[in-house]
């Protein structure tokens, strides 16, 4: 890297090994996966750098302790969040014994709001725009004297970041690109500066969900696009970039892979059963890139072989699928009693597997505050005879959750007044994912 060009950036390798010493004794250096299985299916060494088990579940907790280490903040320290870096900065102030006041949005994850109490930070409620957070926060900063520590867009968090790539080129010598989520920036722009310096051949790649290809878009642009709305089951992934983190993106990375939320879910699930190990989507979507066709097909990749993947966090809401699976179980008792009773339906069916995840997605509007209507909702509502259902006011947040609700809807208005013929051939029709669902059983 060019002198000149180092004083360009918020970060360096000198800063990003002083903050590796500043942190080394508070977090933990991440082990390396890997699994026999997963290359024999990409046709590449995978090497997966585990930040699912870094303290606070995820890389955070390295940029959020450099942050507090880093500074005199006796008054206590103030972000907006709604994720990891929320509970990270809180982690990182308990640690040093000062509070942590955190913005958080309505409807964020529960999980990742109840990590933030558990590490005893400060929660405040903003409305889930940004323009409501900035404003919440800016409040408590002139009511408290706290000083603010930007999620991704501040040069001590790019620092701390950077130790992942410090860590795993120790770890795996032979490594010839990485592959990071890309969301604000941070995390891909500490790995870049560190990897770089280190190994300049090196090739950097994001990962981004489809539903936000901000980056993609600011590579072709070359200038920052920001989105006016995004959508995807990656909740981490929905930032920009930031005036510090784009200079590093527009620079070092060589490239951006763009995936859909459907390959995100299939990583996540590969994940769970091969690495055996719990990531949350955005920390799965590295995998989702390099096993996705765009990544694959693309001559520039073909010499890439020796692939680290960083799985950058691993904070799912199993709390929303735990109730899910006993609402199905009650969904389902019901719908058997229906079927044994007196009552003469014009077409009854049951879709065993869907039982499951429409309770899942109920249960998420449901924990979003969306879900007025769900009390009104009968039981049997499954039936063609029982009441009708009251979606109006129920909104999904994801394009996976509004592909289901939609196709759900689908299914029940064509099981009122139809012919098991007619029911049958338009559920055909159906996307082949969705079709695995619907083991039905129909019941003139």
């Keep these: 890297m060019e002198a000149k060009k ?40 995978l090497f997966f750098k585990c930040e699912c088990f870094q303290k606070g579940g995820a890389f955070k907790f390295r940029g959020a302790c450099n942050a507090v280490l880093s500074l005199d903040a006796a008054k206590g320290v103030v972000t907006h969040s709604s994720g990891n870096h929320a509970a990270a900065l809180s982690l990182a102030a308990k640690m040093q014994g000062i509070p942590a006041y955190i913005v958080v949005p309505k409807g964020a994850p529960k999980c990742k709001v109840d990590n933030v109490i558990r590490y005893g930070g400060k929660v405040i409620w903003s409305e889930a725009t940004m323009s409501s957070r900035e404003e919440v926060a800016s409040r408590v900063l002139h009511e408290t004297g706290s000083v603010l520590i930007h999620p991704y867009n501040d040069g001590r968090i790019i ?17 010839d690109t990485i592959i990071v989520p890309i969301s604000g920036g941070g995390l891909i722009s500490g790995v870049a500066l560190a990897a770089k310096s280190i190994k300049p051949s090196i090739r950097i790649i994001a990962a981004e969900p489809k539903g936000a290809d ?14 006016p709305v995004t ?53 799965a979507i590295g995998l989702a890139a390099v096993l996705s066709t765009s990544f694959r097909s693309n001559p520039c990749w073909k010499d890439c072989k020796n ?31 229906n079927l044994s009773s007196a009552a003469s339906p014009v077409l009854t069916i049951i879709p065993y597997k869907l039982c499951s995840v429409v309770c899942y997605v109920l249960g998420q509007c449901f924990q979003r505050g969306s879900g007025s209507s769900i009390p009104h909702i009968a039981i049997g509502a499954l039936a063609s005879y029982a009441p009708i259902l009251h979606f109006d006011n129920i909104v999904p947040l994801t394009s996976f959750y509004d592909a289901i609700y ?33 083991e039905t059983i129909i019941v003139a």
């Design 307 to 337: 692939i680290g993947i960083v799985l950058s966090g691993g904070n799912v809401d199993l709390g929303v699928l735990w109730d899910s699976l006993k609402s199905s179980e009650i969904l389902i008792r019901s719908l058997k009693q």
């Design 231 to 283: 959508n995807t089951v990656a909740d981490g992934l929905r930032a920009s970039l930031g005036d510090l983190t784009w200079p590093v993106v527009r620079d070092m990375v060589d490239g951006v892979v763009v995936v859909e939320d459907g390959e995100i879910i299939e990583a996540m699930r590969m994940c769970y059963e091969m690495l055996k190990v719990s990531v949350e989507p955005s920390g």
């Design 406 to 438: 939609q196709d759900f809807k689908v299914i029940v208005s064509l099981a009122r007044g139809n012919s098991p013929a007619f029911f049958s051939a338009r559920v055909t029709s159906l996307h082949t994912w969705k079709l695995t669902l619907l």
């Design 159 to 175: 620092s701390g970041q950077g130790t992942v790539a410090l860590e795993l080129l120790e770890q795996i010598q032979e490594i």
């Design 6 to 45: 180092r004083h360009e950036y918020a970060a360096d390798l000198s800063s990003i090994k002083e903050a590796h010493e500043r942190i080394k004794p508070y977090i933990h250096k991440t082990p390396v996966l890997t699994s026999e299985s997963l290359n024999s299916i990409s046709g590449r060494s």
């Design 214 to 227: 901000d980056a993609a878009q600011s590579k072709v642009a070359g200038r920052i696009i920001t989105l």
